[in-house]
């Protein structure tokens, strides 16, 4: 439970307030041709925005690690939803030196964290458009009120590393910050020889500039703007493949020596597991990224190349099945509001009880019912609810384990061969988008031919323990 309260976070960017429109160029303001600030989610009504769908960021970097300071140049490739006369990006922290569209100056200013742009002519509904941002600064991590845990851009001894749910990207470059508008990927990121840089998707090549190097990465799969990540410090690539043939690219900090080895090991055999529950690995290449780091107290489905902190090892067998199931349950399908994080986290943690399951470690109904057992009916486990949990507790426990009791309950109710023909429709009918916790329901009743409200219902939206006829797979109230 790490960025459950971001929300109440109060932003102030440097260069908040200000603006540097063109003479003759008027500010955003609230005129029916002006993008929303926010993409409409009710958890977080600030992440995101609306008016445009990005296609592409194209991502320079030149990061100094003994400074902390990053430069920036973001070249973003949009298409605008509506006609604009300005929209919005989300930043936090960073200067921004100058922003164009369409190879023009256009006005900006900044107000909380969204800097709003003003192009010097309006924009046409369905025209596509560049904008290039440049900004330098040090980055800030969100922080979580109450605690000092940072999410975001996460400085290290040696680099930095990016990690953050339900937002991150903001912190280090200028982007439509929700889920709903995910796009492709260039990262090129110059630093000091001797600094490794890992990053989503593929490398596609290092050049020198003296005593620097720039690394250029690419994910040409699209991606939600929090699966995003970049790791500069003293890793350790290694390459590989799966036993599908799909590049396998771990980076792991130096300094861990060879604690992680036996875990990341078994990443090929996971992945033909998960591969024969769910279907195909989705995208172009998979990894890990393990850093040294203790600043960062989480795992994190990162898309393609998912992050771990070293706490998590020797051992770390179950979370890297179930970052890996997010693949295919987070990234691969995203939630469309964040009150619907179950379809992330209830479906990776019951790929976690199946893999035990094909290890011999207990059958998914025996922890389903173990489970069920030993949590009392007065425990506050039970008073969440999970189908719409509420920013506060969006990464509560039981969103995570009562999501995957209600995935077993759906199984007991539907029987396997339903279920599982359930779960990959889900995958085929959203891949590369986003889905909804009702949009679920219809599919798994479709599946099964089957009414299925009283059984979500129960599961999801009662804040109580179920009776005990939810667990045998006949619901009755």
């Known amino acids: 439970a790490l960025a459950l309260l971001l929300s109440t976070v109060t932003f102030a960017p440097a260069g908040a307030g200000s603006s540097d429109a063109p003479e003759g160029v008027p500010r955003c303001g609230a005129e029916p041709t002006a993008g929303a600030l926010g993409a409409g989610d009710p958890y977080f009504p600030r992440y995101g925005n609306g008016g445009y769908d990005v296609q592409h960021y194209d991502l320079a970097i030149r990061y100094a690690p003994a400074t902390n300071v990053l430069r920036g140049t973001a070249t973003i490739e949009a298409v605008a939803t509506q006609e604009l006369s300005c929209f919005s990006l989300d930043l936090y922290g960073l200067q921004v030196r100058s922003v164009e569209v369409d190879g023009v100056a256009a006005g900006r200013s900044r107000s909380s964290q969204e800097l709003k742009i003003t192009p010097a002519q309006l924009l046409a509904d369905g ?19 109450g605690t000092t845990l940072p999410t975001g851009f996460i400085h290290t001894g040696d680099g930095f590393i990016i990690a953050g749910e339900p937002e991150s990207a903001a912190t280090w470059f200028p982007v ?10 260039t990262f090129r990121v110059t630093v000091p020889v001797g600094t490794q840089v890992v990053a989503n998707g593929v490398r596609e090549g290092v050049t020198s500039e003296g005593d620097r190097k720039t690394h250029v990465w690419q994910a040409h799969e699209p991606m939600a703007s929090y699966l995003t990540t970049v790791g500069v410090g003293h890793f350790r690539l290694r390459f590989d493949e799966t036993e599908s043939g799909v590049p396998l ?27 024969s529950q769910f279907g195909p690995y989705p995208f172009e290449s998979v990894g890990a990224i393990v850093t040294n780091t203790r600043r960062l107290r989480f795992a994190l489905e990162t898309q393609t190349r998912p992050i771990y902190p070293p706490s998590y090892f020797p051992g770390g067998v179950p979370v890297v099945v179930h970052e890996l199931a997010h693949q295919w349950f987070g990234d691969l399908v995203a939630v469309d509001r964040w009150q619907h994080i179950w379809l992330n ?19 998914t109904r025996q ?19 999970v189908g719409d949990p509420g920013p506060d507790d969006l990464f509560d426990g039981a969103v995570y384990t009562r999501g995957a009791m209600t995935l077993q309950a759906l199984r007991n109710e539907i029987g396997n061969i339903a279920f599982f023909a359930t779960l990959r429709a889900w995958i085929e009918t959203n891949a590369f988008g986003t889905g909804t916790t009702e949009e679920f329901i219809v599919l798994a009743e479709q599946q099964s031919g089957q009414q299925l409200d009283q059984l979500f219902d129960v599961w999801l939206f009662a804040p109580r323990k179920p009776p005990a006829s939810a667990v045998t797979g006949s619901i009755t109230t």
């Open 127 to 145: 025209a596509a458009f560049t904008v290039e941002v440049r900004y330098r600064g040090v980055p800030r991590p969100f922080v979580l009120p």
């Open 176 to 185: 439509n910050d929700h889920p709903t508008d995910p796009a492709t990927y």
């Open 249 to 275: 690219i771990d980076a792991v900090h130096r300094d861990l020596g060879h604690r992680v080895d036996d875990a990341l090991a078994r990443q090929p055999a996971i992945l033909s597991f998960l591969e």
């Open 345 to 363: 986290e209830g479906f990776a943690t019951y790929a976690e009880w199946l893999w035990s399951e094909d290890r011999g470690q207990g059958t």
């Open 367 to 385: 922890r389903f019912r173990g489970i069920y057992r030993g949590i009392p009916r007065g425990h506050p486990f039970w008073r969440v609810l």
